[in-house]
C-alpha cells in the first residue's frame, strides 16, 4: 500500500507538470458550408496553472495549431482570495492576435460576478480587462459566427448557482435554458455549458456541440470506466471528460488545464482541445 501511495504522489506530480493536447473530428451535414476544416481551441478550467512563465508554453502550443476560433469555457480563474488572477489575465489578452475569441463563465467566475461582496477580486475589472484586448464575452448570450458559408451560433449559459451545490443535483428546467439563451433555432449551436452534470437538460435544449468542463476528468481516470469523482461528489460521473456522441449531437467535457481545491491527478492529464470541424454528405 505504501508503495501505491509513493506512486499515486509522484505521478500525480508528474501529470500536474504539464498538459497533453487532444484532438477530436466533429462531422455534420449541418456544417456542409465548411470548405476547409477548421480548427476550434477549446479552453477550460485553467484555474490560474501557468505552463511557463505567462503562459508561454500554452501560448506557443496554442498558435502551432492555427485555430479559426479560440472558445473558452469557464474557471479560467480561482476565485478565493489570495489567488490573483492577474497572470490569467495577461495570458488572455494574448489571445486575440491568434483569431477571435469567445468566452463564457464557469462558476468561479459566475460567483466572482454574483457574489461581489464575499470576494477581493472584481469580476468588473476581469470582464473589463477581457472585452478591452477583444474577447466576446458571452453570459446568457449568443453571436454567430460564419466558418466560409456554415453559420455557427456560440452560446454562453450560466446556470444558476444553486445548480453547483456539493450534494444532489438541482433541477434544471428546459424554460430555465431557453429563458437564458433563447430557443435552439436553425444554425449549427455550439453551447458552452460549464457543468456536465446537466449534458441531458442540453441535449433536450437541442444544441449540436455542447462544450463542458468543471469535473476535472473525474481526478482519476480508470481505463474503460472514467472519470472516479466529481466536485459534487457524484461517483464514476457519466461525463467526465472525452467526447461523447449523442445521435446527431455532439458533447466534448474537457478535463481541464488546472485544479484548485484538490491539486491532484493520476492517469488524468490536463489537456488543451482541439476540434477540427467539417460538413459531410446526408448520405455518410
Not at 450534494?167 to 431557453?178: A, C, F, S
Not at 462544450?211 to 476528468?217: A, I, Q, T
Not at 472525452?242 to 488524468?268: C, D, F, K, M
Request: overall charge negative.
Amino acid at each position: 500500500m505504501a508503495v501505491f501511495i509513493l506512486y499515486c504522489m509522484i505521478e500525480t506530480a508528474r501529470e500536474l507538470r504539464d498538459f497533453r493536447l487532444t484532438k477530436y473530428r466533429i462531422c455534420s451535414p449541418r456544417l456542409n458550408g465548411i470548405r476547409e476544416t477548421k480548427k476550434i481551441i477549446f479552453l477550460s478550467d485553467l484555474h490560474n496553472r501557468m505552463y511557463g512563465k505567462e503562459n508561454e508554453r500554452l501560448l506557443e502550443s496554442i498558435k502551432n495549431q492555427h485555430p479559426d476560433l479560440i472558445l473558452i469555457g469557464g474557471d479560467m480563474l480561482v476565485r478565493k482570495d489570495g489567488n490573483s488572477y492577474d497572470g490569467t489575465v495577461r495570458f488572455l489578452e494574448k489571445l486575440p492576435a491568434i483569431c477571435p475569441v469567445y468566452c463564457a463563465n464557469g462558476n468561479h467566475e459566475q460567483k466572482l460576478k454574483e457574489l461581489p461582496d464575499k470576494y477581493e477580486q472584481s469580476y468588473e475589472g476581469y470582464k473589463k480587462a477581457l472585452t478591452a484586448c477583444g474577447i466576446h464575452m458571452l453570459e446568457n448570450a449568443s453571436e454567430t459566427v460564419r466558418l466560409d458559408e456554415a453559420p455557427v451560433r456560440i452560446s454562453g449559459l450560466e446556470i444558476p448557482l444553486g445548480a453547483y451545490a456539493r450534494l444532489g443535483k438541482k433541477d434544471l428546467p428546459l424554460k430555465e435554458i431557453t429563458d437564458r439563451i433563447g430557443e435552439h433555432g436553425e444554425e449549427y449551436q455550439i453551447l458552452l455549458a460549464h457543468h456536465p452534470g446537466y449534458i441531458q437538460e442540453y441535449l433536450e435544449y437541442g444544441a449540436d456541440m455542447i462544450l463542458s468542463g468543471h469535473y476535472h476528468g473525474g481526478v482519476m481516470q480508470l481505463p474503460g470506466i472514467g472519470g472516479v469523482i466529481s466536485p459534487d461528489f457524484t461517483l464514476f460521473p457519466k461525463y467526465s471528460g472525452g467526447i461523447y456522441r449523442e445521435g446527431a449531437q455532439t458533447v466534448v467535457v474537457s478535463r481541464g488545464l488546472g485544479t484548485h481545491s484538490v491539486p491532484v491527478r493520476l492517469w488524468n492529464w490536463p489537456e488543451l482541445i482541439v476540434l477540427e470541424l467539417s460538413g459531410t454528405s446526408e448520405e455518410m
